[in-house]
């Protein structure tokens, strides 16, 4: 089955309301899975390990990560990392991506996408700094 990024987004919303979170959670959820699924990650299937596992500390860390509007300078234990990059993304000036480390692999992260190889699948996400760049245009997915 082939389903758009908006598609994808709504049943994530559904999916998290269903698991007993808040509409705000939910929804925040949905950005995020749209944001990855714009970036060419596979954030619905990190939801699915998160929801089925009972676990939604990555969702929230993100979420407290974008209200602060700075990223922790410590590294920080997330058991689904994919679901901070889009809340991380937030908190990058508009003239640059932020350096993450995210289990031992170095990526960059900018507002409109990242450049991440792989998806990470639980471990440790530390800021290495920001740089320069042009922010490239994200993977044209509807």
Do not use: Y
Request: a positive charge; glycine letters at 14%.
């Amino acid at each position: 089955m082939n389903c758009s990024v908006g598609e994808v987004a709504a049943l994530a919303v559904k999916a998290v309301r269903g698991a007993g979170q808040p509409w705000g959670v939910a929804e925040d959820a949905g950005w995020a899975i749209r944001w990855l699924g714009r970036a060419g990650v596979p954030g619905a299937e990190a939801l699915a390990r998160a929801l089925s596992a009972g676990r939604r500390g990555s969702l929230l860390t993100g979420m407290e990560i974008a209200e602060r509007g700075t990223v922790p300078g410590a590294t920080v234990e997330l058991d689904e990392p994919l679901f901070a990059l889009p809340f991380i993304a937030r908190c990058a000036p508009s003239d640059a991506a932020l350096r993450l480390e995210i289990d031992g692999r170095e990526t960059l992260v900018w507002r409109g996408g990242c450049a991440l190889v792989g998806a990470p699948r639980g471990g440790s996400v530390r800021l290495l700094g920001k740089t320069v760049t042009p922010d490239p245009a994200p993977p044209l997915r509807h």
